[in-house]
């Protein structure tokens, strides 16, 4: 499969630990995802899938859930730009929608997320995050610390404790920041070391 992922595409993956993909789905696309996760939230009564505090509504594997959502997850291009990036065969662990909404603005603090997985001594993890509606700085898209994902020695980091990652290592804070908005259909492949935040979303969508 063409992945239209250059090599220079991969290189900086393989030194920043993140790569944007512009339209890995059309806008088209995006649009039709973004009506059936609403639907799916709509229909999950409150607590039925995990709220962080006031950061974002997760839904866990919706591609067991929803058959829609279940071509997105299993989408082909998705699966062989990760092995492309990662350069050995990957597996997919899960899928999740975070809907940030309106009037409930709150970041996400800076994390890793490998320490979060149930994995012993994983080859390479990383995962791919993709906008269903446009995702400017203002309704929260992420923010990296490129080539962070080369530290090895950071703890679990909750992504509602803010100030934890300044404490754990202080020169993080003046490390070069890389903000990416998104698109609708644009897409990020980040590595699963990788130092990254995402901002509140502030509009009222
Ligand atoms: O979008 C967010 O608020 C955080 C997402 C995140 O940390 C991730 O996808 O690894």
């Known amino acids: ?3 239209g992922i250059t090599a220079q595409m991969q290189d900086d993956y393989r030194r920043n630990g993140i790569v944007k993909v512009e339209q890995l789905i059309s806008r088209a696309q995006a649009a039709h995802y973004r009506e059936a ?3 799916l939230l709509a229909s999950t009564p409150e607590g ?3 709220r962080y505090g006031h950061t974002f509504h997760q839904y866990v594997d919706v591609w067991r859930d929803d058959e829609t959502l279940r071509g997105l997850t299993l989408h082909p291009r998705i699966g062989a ?3 492309q ?3 050995i065969p990957m597996r997919l662990w899960h899928d999740h929608t975070l809907a940030k909404e309106p009037a409930k603005a709150a970041p996400t603090a800076f994390h890793q997320d490998q320490m979060k997985w149930p994995f012993a001594a994983p080859r390479h993890t990383l995962s791919a995050w993709i906008a269903l509606q446009d995702t400017p700085v203002e309704r929260g898209c992420m923010s990296f610390l490129p080539g962070s994902h080369q530290l090895a020695d950071l703890p679990n980091i909750g992504t509602a404790d803010q100030g934890r990652w300044k404490r754990e290592m202080p020169a993080l804070e003046w490390w070069p920041r890389m903000t990416v908005p998104l698109q609708a259909g ?5 590595h699963g070391m990788i130092m990254h935040a995402a901002g509140p979303n502030t509009t009222e969508d």
Do not use: Y
Request: glycine fraction near 10%.
């Open 48 to 50: 039925g899938s995990a």
């Open 85 to 87: 990036l990662a350069g």
């Open 81 to 83: 730009i990760a092995e």
């Open 37 to 39: 996760t609403l639907a």
């Open 186 to 190: 644009d897409c990020t492949f980040h």
């Open 1 to 3: 499969m063409d992945t």
